[in-house]
């Protein structure tokens, strides 16, 4: 069975700061990775996704497989990071399997 | 800029009685999801449709829940009875359904049940 663990409920980083945001998974197969950002009061949304390769926001994940993780990472961080994040898997559908999530936030 | 709508955003109810979430999915999308979101266990899969048909519903309690796609652009989502440990934010997301195509979500429907 496919399982996303993001073992931090709550983190908090200083303005500036490095931002890193822990997800692991257990697939046996291919997966594909993402991850979606609720920001207060607004509705979760796709931040990035593991085969686009790309920088949002400032913010980058690469896929380990050796590893089997797929942390976030931000070499600044900002007061508007302040979000909860959900990283998730796929096995190449759009049936998503979510971690339980990490709420982020930045001191200024 | 096409959203999916969810109705009511908010929804207090006593214990038994029956809740009724409704989503529209965004036109042209034919995957359309519900997922439960709480503290402890972040976002649950309750069900899954493709073209109005259940594909996965086995992350929903068979006893009181049901999910349903009258039409295509209607989806909803029953608790009957309600229980207070229901209480949650209850989120549609619809897709085109191809792969590795992002899912939208609405803005939720938070649930309390006294």
């Known amino acids: 069975a496919q399982r996303v663990t993001q073992p931090e409920k709550l983190l908090s980083v200083f303005k500036g700061a490095p931002v890193e945001l822990k997800c692991n998974y257990s697939?046996?197969?291919?997966?594909?990775l993402f991850w979606y950002v609720q920001y207060s009061r607004q509705r979760l949304q796709l931040l990035l996704r593991?085969?686009s390769r790309e920088s949002i926001k400032g913010f980058t994940a690469d896929l380990n497989k050796g590893e089997t993780s797929f942390h976030l990472k931000k070499p600044f961080a900002q007061e508007e990071d302040s979000a909860m994040y959900y990283c998730?898997?796929?096995?190449?559908?759009?049936?998503?399997?979510f971690g339980t999530g990490t709420r982020l936030t930045i001191i200024p | 800029d096409a959203r999916v709508t969810q109705t009511p955003r908010h929804k207090v109810t006593e214990m038994g009685q029956e809740v009724t979430m409704r989503c529209q999915p965004i036109?042209?999308?034919?995957?359309v999801f519900w997922y439960r979101q709480t503290m402890m266990q972040g976002l649950e899969l309750l069900a899954y449709?493709?073209?109005?048909?259940?594909?996965?519903d086995s992350g929903m309690p068979k006893d009181r829940f049901s999910a349903e796609m009258p039409d295509a652009t209607l989806a909803t989502l029953k608790i009957q009875p309600s229980e207070p440990r229901d209480s949650a934010v209850y989120f549609c997301?619809?897709?085109?359904?191809?792969?590795?195509?992002?899912?939208?979500f609405g803005n939720g429907t938070r649930l309390t049940v006294t």
């Open positions: 449709f493709r073209n109005r048909a259940p594909l996965d």
């Open positions: 997301a619809s897709g085109r359904g191809t792969d590795n195509s992002p899912l939208h």
């Open positions: 998730a898997l796929t096995r190449g559908n759009e049936k998503l399997t």
């Open positions: 036109l042209g999308h034919n995957t």
């Open positions: 697939y046996s197969g291919s997966p594909e």
């Open positions: 593991h085969i």
